[in-house]
């Protein structure tokens, strides 16, 4: 079974420039997540969805950052401006059950984004 | 946010010798789950606890879902030097958005 893919692996921008990143579930997963991860700390959740629809976004800096997951298959995170504190892996993981019940969360690589 | 502490937050063992490592938190929670995550690698679940007071092992690793609910151990027995890595704990509450809280991570490093 591939696990979750996610691209690019690695970017590096300057402040106030836009940056996508995308990440494709284990095939079947309805549950869908992105976590911030600042070097240093745990993952900390920014997005949930539940096929394309939002479960949960609120800690998703709804000023800067957007997600979407139109087919409720992969999913895109957006960053536009991006700020120096941005700096951070940007995990996205997906889990086969609803949400609201206690899940086994597969994680991907991340992204590592730099902001310079 | 809620927050989960976790300590030590970094520890050197030899190579052979046990190692325990602990989460808490001030707030109740109903699920508590085990994670490694190795440099350039996202989090691997390692052992996954549903009820208080359940005591689960997984080869060398053994975890505990504290009867108060607020804490969790982890003790890994004989480490080998690929046990590096960071270990995180995690907590949630089923019912909700099953929203997963990290802690800080605990480094392990194993020497020869």
């Known amino acids: 079974e591939a696990g979750v893919a996610q691209s690019p692996r690695y970017k590096i921008i300057e402040k106030r420039q836009s940056v996508a990143f995308w990440c494709n579930p284990i095939?079947?997963?309805?549950?869908l997540y992105w976590y911030q991860q600042i070097l240093g700390q745990g993952p900390k959740l920014l997005i949930q969805f539940q096929n394309n629809g939002v479960v949960d976004d609120s800690q998703l800096p709804k000023d800067r950052f957007s997600a979407e997951r139109l087919k409720g298959v992969d999913s895109t995170l957006k960053i536009q401006p991006a700020k120096l504190e941005d700096s951070a892996v940007y995990l996205c993981a997906s889990s086969s059950r609803l949400a609201g019940v206690a899940d086994t969360q597969y994680f991907g690589p991340g992204t590592r984004l730099t902001v310079l | 946010g809620q927050q989960l502490n976790q300590s030590p937050q970094s520890m050197f063992i030899q190579e052979g010798e046990d190692v325990s490592m602990n989460c808490t938190s001030s707030s109740i929670f109903n699920t508590w789950l085990w994670y490694k995550q190795d440099p350039g690698e996202g989090p691997v679940l390692l052992i996954a606890?549903?009820?208080?007071?359940e005591l689960t092992s997984n080869g060398r690793l053994t975890a505990q879902f504290g009867i108060t609910r607020k804490d969790s151990f982890l003790n890994i027995s004989a480490s080998i030097p690929s046990d590096v890595g960071i270990y995180f704990c995690?907590?949630?509450?089923?019912?909700?958005?099953?929203?997963?809280?990290f802690g800080t991570g605990t480094r392990l490093q194993v020497t020869l």
């Open positions: 995690a907590a949630a509450i089923t019912g909700t958005a099953s929203k997963l809280t």
């Open positions: 606890l549903y009820k208080a007071g």
């Open positions: 095939s079947g997963h309805a549950t």
